[in-house]
């Protein structure tokens, strides 16, 4: 209900902002599950071999018991045996005869009561009990002062009650255990490696900056020696920065830059941001061309990842337009448009002067309307207009008799006739009617489609009432084609040519210069490209007919 209140536009920025916490959550969720459970498995493997092999021996027979198995996994037993015929299975609500309600017969619920408790045993009514004892674990870490033997018990739920592995026996159970150097140091391995990831998620998705300095000292004091080149002192830099407290803060600087001074980390320290948003920072530009470069070929979720990393690092910069609006693309490419329009709303509040701020404005109107211009579009009756007729001709044609022409005696010298300029099997006609050819390299068709779309607009604006196909075509696995059509001749096809070429920086200016190129071309020569792909050599015909200008 509180979600209902509110203009529209109120409701999106809410809506968007619970599916980002959604998504966040769930990635933590996942990083403390992989923690719980390698943690839950070495407490168990680090008991004497005794105490060890009588608690598998519990678990396997309380497991194999809950399965309805008839033996208690000893042997070795076969996980599919059948239920003992002779047990009887309860159905928890299962209905009485007499009619009467499950919660109004006594003698029923008592059967139930005792069912879920030798099922599951004594449990205190407790929300979310099992979360709770994880993150208590990963928070104390080595803690001198954990209580080693409530963490066992923790262990033997978490055991009994996520790991719930498919072979149900001694053997089985036992090989999950990190009992060899081998095995611990991969466990120990996956923990430090959830345990930053859920420091940084802490950090940069939630800006939950205490919870991310609790976790980073966590993993400092389990794992002193597994620096990341600095990253986890950054971390921790940045952390306690935003929370005011300098001494910790000044702290971290110092052992970040005594020991990784060279290193990445070292290096965003040593080099901060700009103040002025509108400077392209070298060390920002290296990290968004790479970013951009993972958006536009399609590797979304590395990208937004690293984004998110990027953006806590420099903040509000240069780069923020162009990558909310390529952000916002994929966005509506998977209708999460309450998110696409609040990265849209974000260029038009944080960037007045930037040539994106329009177009933002007309993509949020768009999706403002998506569901009235699908219906529009879903009902719309298209009436296919009737085929030409063919009319049939002879095939041999009557030819009437001419006499012969009279002999022409040439004086003059003959003059000669200059060759079309070719390359290969390509053949300059400047003459013949022509495309412009725009050839996109390694770009996601999320993006190929955007580009059409702005330069369908770019031509309604600038040559208004005159007809202009753009189609998309795939010129191999890493390159797409945008063919603008046609032009009478190669002339005329230039004039388009240097126009959008100019142009093209500001219509698609969140696509790097670098991805894109354009020509002209015959259909002819079109066909021949899209058979031997040899790009380079018809730019090499191109240059020699028009010097310097493909």
Not at 260 to 271: E, Y
Not at 286 to 293: D, M, S, V
Request: aromatic share 10%; proline share 5%; hydrophobic share 35%.
């Amino acid at each position: 209900d509180s979600l209902q209140s509110g203009s529209d536009s109120v409701f999106d920025k809410r809506i968007a902002l619970i599916q980002e916490r959604k998504n966040s959550l769930n990635k933590i969720a996942e990083a403390i599950s992989n923690i719980e459970r390698e943690d839950s498995l070495q407490l168990i493997a680090a008991m004497q071999p005794v105490e060890r092999d009588d608690f598998v021996k519990k678990l396997v027979k309380k497991l194999r018991k809950e399965k309805g198995f008839k033996d208690d996994g000893s042997s070795g037993g076969d996980n599919n045996s059948f239920r003992d015929n002779n047990q009887q299975q309860t159905d928890l609500f299962e209905q009485p005869s007499k009619g009467e309600w499950y919660f109004y017969n006594s003698s029923i619920k008592t059967r139930g009561f005792s069912d879920f408790k030798s099922r599951w045993g004594n449990r205190p009514n407790l929300d979310n009990w099992r979360r709770k004892a994880a993150i208590e674990i990963i928070i104390t870490g080595n803690n001198p002062g954990r209580d080693i033997k409530n963490e066992k018990i923790n262990a033997k739920d978490s055991a009994a009650n996520t790991l719930a592995p498919e072979d149900i026996s001694i053997e089985g159970l036992m090989k999950n255990l990190p009992l060899t150097e081998e095995k611990l140091s991969a466990s120990n391995e996956i923990i430090a490696a959830n345990m930053f990831d859920l420091a940084q998620l802490y950090q940069n998705e939630l800006e939950e900056f205490q919870l991310a300095v609790n976790t980073y000292e966590a993993y400092l004091q389990r794992f002193p020696a597994r620096l990341l080149d600095g990253e986890v002192y950054l971390g921790l830099y940045y952390c306690y920065t935003k929370l005011g407290n300098k001494t910790k803060a000044d702290l971290y600087k110092d052992l970040l830059n005594n020991k990784f001074a060279n290193s990445r980390a070292g290096q965003i320290l040593s080099h901060p941001t700009p103040t002025n948003p509108q400077i392209k920072n070298p060390e920002a530009t290296k990290f968004y061309e790479e970013i951009y470069n993972l958006f536009i070929e399609g590797n979304f979720d590395k990208a937004m990842a690293e984004k998110k990393k990027a953006d806590s690092l420099f903040g509000i910069n240069y780069w923020s337009p162009q990558l909310s609006y390529i952000e916002a693309l994929h966005q509506v490419k998977n209708r999460d448009d309450s998110a696409a329009i609040k990265g849209l709303q974000s260029i038009i509040d944080n960037n007045p002067t930037s040539p994106l701020k329009e177009k933002a404005a007309t993509m949020i109107d768009v999706l403002n309307r998506r569901a009235e211009i699908e219906k529009y579009l879903t009902s719309l009756e298209i009436t296919r207009a009737e085929e030409e007729k063919i009319i049939k001709v002879d095939e041999k044609p009557k030819v009437e008799s001419k006499p012969p022409p009279s002999p022409v005696v040439i004086k003059d010298s003959i003059k000669k006739i200059t060759p079309p300029l070719t390359s290969g099997p390509f053949v300059m006609s400047v003459t013949a009617p022509h495309f412009v050819l725009m050839i996109l390299d390694k770009v996601d068709q999320v993006y190929v489609t955007e580009a059409r779309n702005a330069f369908i607009r770019y031509n309604r604006e600038n040559y208004y009432g005159q007809t202009f196909n753009i189609n998309k075509e795939e010129l191999d696995a890493d390159r797409n084609l945008l063919v603008f059509s046609t032009f009478p001749d190669a002339a005329t096809a230039l004039l388009y040519y240097d126009k959008i070429k100019k142009n093209a920086a500001s219509e698609i200016s969140w696509l790097p210069a670098s991805k894109y190129s354009f020509l002209i071309i015959t259909d002819e020569n079109l066909q021949l490209l899209k058979t031997n792909k040899n790009i380079s050599g018809y730019k090499g015909l191109l240059n020699t007919q028009y010097p310097n200008r493909f």
